[in-house]
């Protein structure tokens, strides 16, 4: 199985901060990633895709990058309704694995 | 546009078994063009899949659950279905289920539906 890895767990930013979050596969994915992000109570929602293509209605604050095994999430500017939790996902081989998510909180 | 609803009892006693059911509108489970899966978050965790069906072929079960779980699809009534048997206190979650095209994320979602052992 590959595993993924997301860092940080936690991270307290301000509004207007840049935030970065990283994710490691076990193994190599191509750039069969994607990142979600979920507020409480909601269903997860598609960020990005194929690991820098941003989802369609997604601000472009948000941005991805890297391929293989490591990878970025970068929300420029962060803004209220961004305080939330992110994982990101592997859709390479299964079993289908998510990384243990990082809850971005206000400072 | 595609919605996915998830429905069920939302309580289930130890040892007996889950059964959950995923309706599809705005999309044909049949075409191909999509996995339908099961996803499920316990209170306060994170995500963890269950498994997937496409097409009408076998379906893929993450393997701790394995032995539990069936995925079943009926494809004329426009709904796929979730079992998971002999279940635990460890099997309280919210279930999802979502749809995503091959090798890319999952692209709806149900609103999920809180399962209590």
């Known amino acids: 199985d590959i595993q993924m890895t997301q860092s940080p767990s936690s991270v307290s930013a301000s509004v207007g901060d840049r935030v970065i979050i990283t994710c490691r596969a076990s193994?190599?994915?191509?750039?069969?990633l994607g990142w979600y992000q979920q507020k409480p109570g909601r269903a997860p929602k598609v960020l990005i895709y194929s690991a820098s293509s941003l989802h369609s209605g997604v601000p472009s604050r948000f941005s991805g990058s890297g391929s293989g095994t490591d990878f970025t999430l970068i929300i420029d500017t962060l803004q209220p309704e961004d305080f939330a939790t992110y994982y990101c996902q592997q859709s390479n081989s299964f079993p289908l694995t998510f990384g243990g998510g990082t809850r971005v909180e206000i400072k | 546009q595609v919605q996915l609803q998830e429905s069920g009892p939302g309580l289930v006693k130890p040892s007996e078994t889950l059964s959950l059911t995923c309706t599809v509108s705005?999309?044909?489970?049949?075409?191909?063009?999509?996995?339908w899966a099961w996803i499920r978050q316990p209170p306060g965790k994170g995500l963890e899949w269950i498994g997937n069906?496409?097409?009408?072929?076998?379906?893929f079960y993450n393997s701790p659950l394995k032995s539990r779980v069936t995925i079943s699809v009926d494809t004329s009534k426009k709904r796929f279905s979730l079992r998971v048997n002999s279940v635990t206190a460890a099997d309280t979650a919210v279930y999802y289920c979502?749809?995503?095209?091959?090798?890319?994320?999952?692209?709806?979602w149900g609103q999920g539906i809180l399962v209590a052992v």
């Open positions: 069906t496409h097409n009408g072929g076998n379906p």
């Open positions: 705005g999309d044909s489970i049949g075409s191909g063009d999509y996995h």
């Open positions: 979502a749809r995503h095209p091959p090798y890319l994320p999952f692209d709806s």
């Open positions: 193994q190599g994915i191509s750039s069969r």
